[in-house]
């Protein structure tokens, strides 16, 4: 296994077994470089493949930070509807993009049957499941599935915004709100993804957000060459 990664022990708090899960270690993670939705990539070991932590035992699977806190009556859907389908297998060690992957949608699969999942619980598993499509280039149509869940995860975070309380997870309102904005910008709608940027721009959180300022006038201005150049080549046609 990479010396970046490592083992810990934790009970499934389903099926009650203890099971082996990875995390990284923090020195491992290297940055190298990031896009304007927060994808973000690494040198050596991504964090974003360890995200999901999956029981061999019963196939339960959740993010890491939700792991624990299964309800009662969840974790008996976990074991009428996932457990009896599941082919028990050890998903902790290394793994490459196409297993990160796996992990991930079958969180997002248990998510769907789960009560009460909150809308940015989905939006953050869609997020980071549209990423891996775009890191995978070995994947045919892979830029067709990484907007296929770009969209997903914007009508989530768009429901979230709209009905739970903030922060949600880590994003503050004014982050949340440019999230939006750029999955509409890259989803192919400017003209939300303006009025969602627009509100980061007249608003005094978003003007004491330094980063997330530049960030929007960054997009503001690629979007607005966009429309230029669809101008531009409109007239000469």
């Known amino acids: 296994m990479n010396n970046g990664l490592y083992n810990v022990t934790t009970t499934c708090p389903v099926c009650s077994k203890d099971i082996q899960v990875t995390k990284v270690k923090s020195k491992a993670c ?44 969840n974790s008996k859907i976990i074991r009428v509807q996932v457990t009896p389908r599941w082919n028990p297998r050890d998903l902790s060690g290394e793994r490459d993009i196409d297993t990160a992957l796996e992990t991930f949608k079958l969180a997002l699969y248990e998510l769907n049957l789960l009560e009460n999942a909150k809308s940015s619980d989905f939006a953050r598993i869609c997020l980071r499941i549209a990423w891996l499509y775009r890191m995978n280039d070995r994947i045919k149509d892979n830029k067709d599935k990484e907007n296929e869940f770009l969209n997903f995860a914007l009508q989530h975070y768009i429901h979230a915004y709209e009905n739970e309380r903030f922060p949600i997870g880590k994003f503050d309102e004014i982050t949340c709100t440019y999230l939006i904005g750029e999955l509409y910008r890259r989803t192919g709608n400017p003209e939300e993804s303006l009025k969602w940027f627009s509100r980061i721009i007249s608003s005094p959180e978003g003007r004491n957000n330094a980063r997330i300022l530049e960030l929007t006038r960054e997009q503001i201005q690629l979007i607005r060459e966009q429309q230029l150049n669809n101008e531009q080549l409109s007239s000469i046609g």
Do not use: H, M
């Open 30 to 73: 290297k940055v190298v470089g990031s896009d304007s939705d927060f994808c973000t990539y690494y040198e050596t070991v991504n964090p974003v493949f360890y995200d999901i932590w999956v029981c061999g035992y019963c196939g339960y699977a959740a993010q890491r930070d939700k792991f624990p806190d299964i309800s009662y009556k």
